[in-house]
């Protein structure tokens, strides 16, 4: 590992030092307003790292990213806030940025409406925000099985990307390493891609900070953008969780936590 690298086990001495002389701490709440390098990361995250309890038909969407939802909506996570002992968020109508957007501040228990559908907010996370839908039509359009595992690109993937069926996310978890198993993702190495259309990048590395950002995304929609992210703190793809356990100047290193 480098003089620079960080891992899951601590940091040394001088990089404690460092972080305490530059004031600088990574954030685990949300926004998009990433893209300086990680050069004016925001304050950390004062947590609970959730709030809520996300229900197994919900849908999950991403910190920074977007999802369709059934009825040609769509949302997007855009921000959080914090104050140790209870957790909010920004959520904006659309599944990417467009200007003129909505946006609603969210806990859990609030309730949305969407191009006509409603939703409850029922967890709220550092790395994603659980949708519930009311409708009945709604859930089972969710959870509706693709003609195809296979993705093709572009809109053709949105039922493996923006889905809560069971098959497609066993099949995009096979795609990962097992639980307890690392991925390495290079930095400035490309788009990493898996099974069900799913596609991983490293926006930056930034030493000096220990901060990170990994940018998702699937059926050409940006579904998740986390900016600012240390080790220690949770990520989400394809509804696997992952733990960032090491940071170097070439690599970020996710360690899959859940099964």
């Not at 969210?106 to 969407?114: A, K, M, Q, R």
């Not at 409850?120 to 099985?145: F, M, N, S």
């Not at 099949?171 to 307890?180: E, I, L, V």
Request: aromatic share 6%; charged share 20%.
């Amino acid at each position: 590992m480098s003089k620079y690298g960080i891992t899951g086990a601590g940091v040394t001495a001088a990089a404690l030092a460092l972080l305490a002389l530059t004031g600088c701490a990574a954030s685990s709440d949300g926004g998009d307003e990433g893209g300086d390098g990680g050069a004016t990361p925001a304050a950390r995250d004062k947590g609970p790292a959730c709030v809520g309890t996300a229900p197994a038909d919900g849908a999950h969407v991403l910190r920074g990213g977007g999802f369709k939802l059934p009825g040609g909506g769509g949302v997007q996570y855009t921000a959080a806030d914090a104050d140790g002992t209870t957790r909010t968020a920004t959520l904006r109508d659309g599944a990417r940025y467009a200007s003129g957007q909505r946006q609603w501040k969210v806990e859990p228990g609030t309730e949305i409406t969407v191009s006509g559908h409603g939703y409850t907010v029922r967890q709220i996370c550092t790395y994603r925000v659980v949708l519930e839908p009311k409708a009945a039509e709604d859930r089972a359009a969710l959870a509706a099985a693709p003609e195809s595992l296979e993705p093709r690109q572009g809109a053709a993937d949105d039922g493996l990307c923006f889905t809560t069926n069971s098959t497609v996310l066993a099949a995009a978890a096979k795609g990962f390493p097992a639980k307890g198993g690392t991925l390495s993702l290079l930095d400035n190495g490309g788009v990493q891609r898996f099974p069900t259309g799913l596609s991983l990048t490293v926006s930056y590395i930034d030493p000096g900070t220990g901060t990170t950002g990994i940018d998702a995304n699937c059926a050409a929609i940006p579904v998740a953008g986390y900016e600012g992210v240390r080790v220690g703190e949770t990520v989400e793809f394809a509804g696997v969780l992952f733990d960032v356990s090491a940071l170097t100047e070439q690599a970020v290193e996710l360690t899959r936590t859940s099964a």
